[in-house]
């Protein structure tokens, strides 16, 4: 017979209950598509029409960054009314920011760096995110802390390919989005890489194109980038 004292160390402990969330949980942001797209909206009524025509093409995660004041209310017009869209946050850098996201909706977090107090607050609440990363030390102390799916960022800047390539051999645990000077030119090239899951950039979003009302050239520009490897493969 287990004594109760044995049962409790057979059991986990349970965890405080995660915010809501839509009905459909994100597994993983490295494994929703090839390609990121990473949003500035400037005009809330931009949001919708951005998302389905990225949506359009084929690529369901939809990065809104949070550079400027629209930034939360696209999140919440694009969850509301593009549900077939997988919209998450970027730019997190307070922990303030992101409940924010959270609560507009967003279904994933990234930020370009990271804190004790920023990584805290996206642990605990309740949709996956990425830690931004640009050094060896930077990796391996969130991966102390349980951490392995990360942002790379500035991609180019911080080494590009050749940098995440030597990275894959001491720490062949870490995953990453690198983000920062990456267009179609270079893309495959970090795609190709065995630690690189997606791939963040904007080069599907052109500001004219937004400015035009051109969701037919965004919509072009998405199904080229989202052809760049195979379909997406995580639960949505």
């Known amino acids: 017979m287990i004594s109760s004292e044995s049962e409790s160390e057979l059991k986990p402990l349970p965890l405080p209950l995660p915010l809501p969330l839509p009905s459909s949980q ?63 946050a970027g730019t997190v850098i307070t922990p303030g920011q992101v409940a924010a996201a959270v609560a507009a909706g967003a279904r994933f977090l990234v930020s370009p760096g990271w804190t004790e107090g920023l990584l805290a607050a996206m642990r605990g609440c309740g949709v996956p995110f990425l830690p931004g990363v640009s050094t060896a030390s930077e990796v391996v102390a969130l991966l102390e802390r349980g951490v392995r799916e990360m942002k790379f960022f500035p991609a180019q800047a911080a080494g ?20 920062g000077g990456i267009g179609p030119g270079n893309a495959a090239e970090y795609l190709a890489l065995p630690n690189v ?40």
């Open 160 to 179: 590009g390919t050749a940098y995440l390539r030597s990275l894959a051999g001491p720490l062949p645990q870490a995953r990453f989005c690198p983000t």
């Open 26 to 88: 994100v597994d993983s942001v490295l494994d929703l598509a090839a390609v990121v797209p990473v949003v500035v909206i400037a005009e809330v009524s931009d949001a919708v029409p951005v998302a389905r025509a990225l949506v359009g093409g084929g690529l369901r995660g939809v990065e809104v960054t949070l550079r400027t004041p629209a930034a939360l209310e696209a999140i919440r017009a694009i969850a509301e009314e593009v549900p077939e869209a997988v919209v998450g």
């Open 197 to 236: 899951g997606c791939v963040g950039g904007s080069w599907m979003v052109p500001a004219d194109a937004v400015a035009a009302g051109d969701w037919a050239r965004i919509e072009a520009l998405a199904r080229a980038a989202a052809g760049l490897r195979g379909p997406a493969s995580a639960q949505v």
